[in-house]
């Protein structure tokens, strides 16, 4: 029986929406899908609770960063695709630049200290 | 865009709020179906693989909770739950919900009621164009003899047309005056107001006839010459069924025929409020026009544009001077003019301050019945402090409980605003009920008689009026109790008992006394105003009129102008004062020209025969009425010294006049009147008359006004064609008026026959003003007294109930009922003294502005506060009475064991 492994990482607090705008580049995806996708593309690593997915998709909608549609699941269930807004690419833009920013100063922390 | 976007997505979520949440669960549950599948695939049995993915899935209704509130959601969704939640609440309280609607019903739609009468009498524009450049333009005089300087005087024509000539600060000047008509020819003689119009009268106010047209320049040039009529839109519909033929037909106005060539759009009765035709004034005879003391006309204005009101009542004043120096002033110095806004003469300055009065005291009565509410809910709170502290306790935020608990207490008030649109609505026909030209004076007094009580109504601004008060009161209630009671004391709220929240209680406590003693002073101002009011009743109900009003039966009557030559009226007054005399159960007929307390009739310069003539102007005033020598003897007006006129006393022989005792004591001071040569200014008696009598004061001002210096003249010398008729009888007054109508209709008929009323009727009328304020005040203060009651009995039992315990050890230890007794309406009686004193200072401050609408009171009678602190402690002894007595009920045994 698969147990959620200990090496499993929490999200660094604030990369959820990153995170999620990123995947949506892709394509448009439903939510589960957004869930599996982060959780497949960190080979495990990271995992994403519904509890704070759909809050998270809710969030980013009312800031008008991702737009939804319901459509088609291929399993042919009736599900809502999420698609990153213009507004949604700039905003990931910006967050990848602070990002990696904070990345580089942790990095250059631990390294010398 | 990506505001937009956002945008469109709240506006979903809060617009499809069901929907919103089915699609929530739909994502939800197809997320959870791939997690199940998921297992599965792994090799989990299907039951297993529910429970996992549930467990994977964790708390979903915290996971819509959560999602919801992020879709900004919460805001509506809890003022919904709010709402289900206080209505299921308060269905639980009926008791408390009953008591706060009706409460507030009569609180609110009392207010409701007044605001419309305020609105409609003093806040809405007039209804004419342009209403703000409307100014009402008045003589100014100065005092004279036994008379005030006044800025409002009427003009004369002459001095009108002088104006008129040389202004130019006004667009149209509309001159008017009220008139009586017999209206005769087709159907019953009528007796109609009516205003007699200055051309440009209409024009001036922006008023144009429906049907036909209105006065021609032609027909405002030369006097008596065309006689037209323009017919008021009631009396077209009435008596002519709204025949436009009606046009170009002539119809019989005081024996002439009048042309009528227009109607007036219905509703518009003029400025006097009650007109029901209009003629021009050019109908009027030369010599009467070109009178220059005959002042009788109003002028109304309208200004040009862009001139201010203060600059037109300074032009005014100019040209006043100027005119007062063509046509200097006979009365004691110089006349001049002036302009107001015709808006702030809408109505009388009396009936505007009692309105006023009346807007402020149902105000008090709405803050006490929310102080009374507040009081309650203070006490419910206290029933469930449990229950909120377990609310706090499992995590409720304080904000949100505020919330529902300001919920519940909007939810009460518009309750209450609903069924106060019920009282409102019975408020306002009340009010409309109400006799404009008697309740408020309207002859007497200035006030333009265009707005009057029967246009109040219920409008949409008395119910936005209304709601905001609801919304208002709702918070003014509901807030300080819900504040105070989630004031955080969890563990003290959830100690079993609660016998260790008397922090908190007495904190609570402290406000609920601080709100009845609010309510008591408030209780205490409205009091004050009502006992003064119903003081100042009492004293004019005391005052002596002069004559008895009992068992009399007034009419008026006009001879129509050309239907009797003036040489055989004597003998008409005659055959009637005969005929009406023998009528069954009449034992006196009298004739009077003026009826009395309705505002005086006549007055004119009086002239000594046996002095020195006096310059031109500074002859005294005195009032002159025309009687019947029966008419003493019917009002009981008693003769004090000589002689009554006799029936001797006629055309042609020597002219007598009768005095009135203030006449008598004014002019002669020092000297016998009897026998005297006076000259009066009408009648026909400058020349001279004898004096032959003194007969004791009538009040024909008004029951507040001491009378005035009186000279009577006998109809038999002097003849008038209009008269009021005086039959004193035996019998109930109001039945003789059938067979006067008839007994008049035989020897006179077509004379028409008009305000008949008793004369008890009359006097009533004369103090309606003063009788409307007083009940009404009476009632608000009544109102007042009740809920001051109910709130320190709330406030007793309250107490009594916390103290059951110390009242038990007080009686165990031996304490007497006598003595629990005097413990709790002790407290009543000093928190209703600390109202009295809070109240005694704001109503001596208060009743200062009562003191206009005062007769013979001053506004701080000491009799009047003395009686209502009796009166207000006596209710309070009452309401901690009660308690009071329950608290002695206590079982000393009882109490400590449950404590």
Redesign the interface.
């Known amino acids: 029986?698969?147990r959620p492994s200990a090496s499993k990482a929490e999200l660094v607090p604030g990369t959820l929406d990153m995170l999620i705008l990123q995947t949506l580049t892709v394509q448009p995806l439903?939510?589960?899908a957004v869930a599996q996708h982060i959780e497949r593309l960190s080979e495990s690593v990271l995992r994403v609770?519904?509890?704070s997915l759909?809050?998270?998709l809710?969030?980013l909608?009312?800031?008008?960063?991702v737009?939804s549609k319901?459509g088609e699941?291929p399993t042919g269930?009736?599900?809502?695709y999420y698609t990153i807004?213009?507004?949604?690419r700039k905003q990931l833009g910006a967050e990848i630049t602070s990002f990696d920013r904070a990345l580089l100063a942790i990095n250059r922390v631990m390294r010398r200290a | 865009?990506?505001?937009?976007?956002?945008?469109r997505?709240?506006l979903r979520t809060l617009v499809r709020g069901s929907r919103y949440e089915r699609?929530?669960n739909?994502?939800?549950e197809?997320?959870l179906?791939?997690?199940e599948m998921q297992a599965e695939h792994?090799g989990?049995a299907g039951d297993e693989a529910r429970v996992?993915a549930r467990r994977r899935?964790?708390?979903v209704t915290?996971?819509k909770e959560?999602?919801r509130?992020?879709?900004?959601f919460s805001l509506i969704d809890a003022a919904r739950q709010d709402l289900r939640f206080a209505i299921r609440t308060l269905r639980r309280a009926p008791g408390f919900t009953l008591t706060a609607v009706l409460t507030l019903a009569i609180g609110i739609g009392a207010n409701t009621a007044i605001f419309s009468a305020v609105n409609t009498l003093l806040l809405r524009p007039l209804p004419f164009r342009e209403p703000d450049r409307l100014m009402q333009i008045t003589l100014v005089t100065p005092a004279a003899e036994g008379r005030p300087a006044r800025s409002d005087m009427v003009w004369s024509f002459p001095k009108f047309a002088a104006l008129r000539d040389a202004q130019n600060v006004f667009e149209d000047l509309g001159l008017y005056e009220e008139t009586q008509s017999s209206l005769t020819g087709d159907g019953d003689p009528e007796r109609i107001s009516g205003e007699m119009i200055g051309g440009r009268y209409l024009p001036t106010l922006g008023i144009a006839p429906v049907v036909g047209r209105g006065i021609l320049p032609e027909e405002d040039q030369h006097p008596d010459t065309r006689f037209i009529v323009i017919l008021g839109d009631a009396l077209w519909k009435r008596r002519y069924n709204a025949d436009p033929a009606i046009l170009g037909k002539a119809i019989t106005l005081d024996g002439k025929p009048f042309t009528v060539v227009g109607v007036l759009p219905p509703g518009f009765k003029g400025l006097t409020g009650k007109a029901e035709l209009m003629v021009p004034v050019m109908t009027r005879d030369g010599p009467g026009l070109a009178e220059k003391w005959s002042h009788e006309f109003e002028l109304v204005g309208r200004l040009r544009k862009g001139v201010t009101p203060e600059a037109a009542a300074r032009a005014m004043a100019v040209l006043g001077a100027r005119i007062d120096a063509e046509i200097p002033g006979r009365v004691g110095g110089h006349w001049g003019a002036t302009a107001r806004e015709l808006n702030g003469v809408r109505v009388d300055p009396l009936v505007r301050r009692s309105l006023l009065v009346l807007l402020g005291a149902v105000a008090c009565v709405l803050l006490i019945a929310c102080a009374n509410i507040a009081n309650l809910l203070l006490g419910r709170a206290t029933s469930r402090r449990r229950e909120i502290g377990v609310r706090l306790a499992i995590g409720a935020g304080r904000s949100r409980l505020v919330r529902q608990l300001l919920t519940e207490s909007l939810l009460l008030s518009l309750l209450g605003a609903a069924a106060s649109v019920l009282v409102a609505w019975w408020g306002v026909k009340l009010l409309g009920a109400v006799n404009p030209a008697s309740t408020l004076r309207a002859q007497q007094l200035g006030g333009l008689g265009a707005v009057v009580f029967s246009s109040v109504r219920l409008d949409a601004s008395a119910m936005i009026f209304a709601a905001a008060l609801a919304v208002i009161t709702g918070l003014l209630f509901g807030l300080a109790p819900a504040l105070q009671a989630t004031r955080p004391s969890l563990t003290a709220s959830l100690t079993v008992g609660g016998e260790r929240v008397r922090g908190a209680m007495l904190r609570r406590f402290a406000s609920r006394n601080m709100l009845v003693i609010a309510e008591v002073a408030l209780a205490i101002v409205l009091l004050a105003g009502s006992g003064l009011l119903l003081r100042s009743l009492g004293k004019m109900l005391a005052v002596n009129p002069g004559f008895d009003p009992r068992s009399v039966l007034t009419l008026r009557m006009t001879v129509p102008r050309q239907s009797m030559a003036r040489d055989s009226l004597p003998a008409f007054y005659d055959l009637m004062l005969a005929r009406l005399g023998a009528l069954p159960g009449v034992t006196d007929v009298g004739l009077g020209n003026c009826p009395p307390l309705a505002g005086g009739c006549n007055s004119t310069e009086i002239t000594f025969l046996d002095r020195p003539p006096v310059p031109d102007g500074s002859a005294p005033e005195v009032g002159v009425n025309w009687v019947s020598p029966s008419w003493f003897s019917a009002l009981r007006v008693p003769l004090k010294r000589g002689r009554l006129f006799t029936a001797a006393d006629r055309v042609g022989a020597p002219k007598v006049v009768v005095m009135s005792e203030t006449a008598a004591r004014r002019y002669w001071p020092n000297e016998d009147p009897i026998g005297k040569r006076v000259g009066l200014g009408q009648g026909g008696f400058a020349d001279g008359a004898t004096v032959v009598g003194i007969v004791g004061d009538v009040r024909f001002g008004s029951i507040d006004s001491l009378p005035r210096p009186e000279a009577y003249i006998s109809y038999f010398q002097s003849v008038r064609q209009g008269m009021m008729i005086y039959l004193r009888g035996t019998s109930d007054p109001a039945s003789m008026a059938g067979p006067a109508r008839h007994a008049i209709r035989e020897i006179a008929p077509g004379f028409p026959v008009y305000d008949v009323l008793t004369l008890r009727a009359r006097v009533a009328d004369a103090m309606a003003q003063a009788r409307f304020s007083a009940i009404l005040l009476a009632l608000f203060a009544g109102v007042a007294l009740a809920l001051a009651g109910i709130g320190i009995y709330g406030v007793m039992s309250f107490s009594v109930a916390q103290r059951t315990r110390e009242i038990g050890i007080r009686m165990a230890l031996g304490a007497e009922r006598r003595n629990v007794l005097m413990l709790v309406v002790g407290q009543g009686i000093a928190l209703a003294g600390a109202g009295v004193i809070v109240g005694l200072a704001a109503a001596l401050a208060a009743t200062r502005v009562l003191r206009a609408l005062l007769f013979d009171v001053a506004p701080s009678d000491p009799v009047t506060f003395a009686s209502i602190i009796v009166l207000l402690l006596g209710a309070a002894l009452l309401a901690s009475w009660l308690p009071a007595r329950r608290a002695t009920r206590v079982d000393p045994t009882q109490a400590l064991r449950g404590g």
Request: aromatic share 14%; hydrophobic share 35%; no cysteine.
């Open positions: 029986m698969p439903h939510g589960y609770e519904q509890g759909y809050p998270a809710e969030r909608q009312k800031k008008g960063w737009t319901w699941s269930r009736r599900a809502r807004s213009a507004a949604g | 865009m990506s505001f937009l976007d956002g945008l997505h709240r699609e929530l739909e994502e939800l197809f997320h179906s791939l997690d792994r989990l996992f899935f964790g708390n915290y996971l959560e999602t509130r992020m879709a900004g």
